[in-house]
Nanobody
């Protein structure tokens, strides 16, 4: 069982930055991969970024070059640095952990990009 707690969401103006955090209840070395998804009102949840235990990263085309996923193994935490934010980035952002064939989700954190 893996518990995930996201934080760092909020209201930001277009062009601004936010850093999301996802703290895991277990040693993230034991987690195959961790990632971020988002869900905007009226839309399906979409994948945003992923980082494996080996440090390999992947990004959705819509955020490539603006978002950066990273991990701090000592803190069992994964981050999503979001720069050059756009109104279309507005969504609830969820942290995901893949471990032993299972997916675990956090409760989500709201990101609103608006002037």
């Amino acid at each position: 069982q893996v518990q995930l707690v996201e934080s760092g969401g909020g209201l930001v103006q277009p062009g601004g930055s936010l850093r999301l955090s996802c703290a895991a209840s277990v040693d993230i070395f034991s987690i195959y991969a961790m990632g971020w998804y988002r869900q905007a009102p009226g839309k399906q949840r979409e994948w945003v970024a992923r980082i494996t235990s080996a440090g390999s990263t992947n990004y959705a085309d819509s955020v490539k070059g603006r978002f950066t996923i990273s991990r701090d193994n000592a803190k069992n935490t994964v981050y999503l640095q979001m720069n050059s934010l756009k109104p279309e980035d507005t969504a609830v952002y969820y942290c995901d952990a893949e471990k032993d064939g299972h997916h675990y989700w956090g409760q989500g954190t709201q990101v609103t990009v608006s002037s």
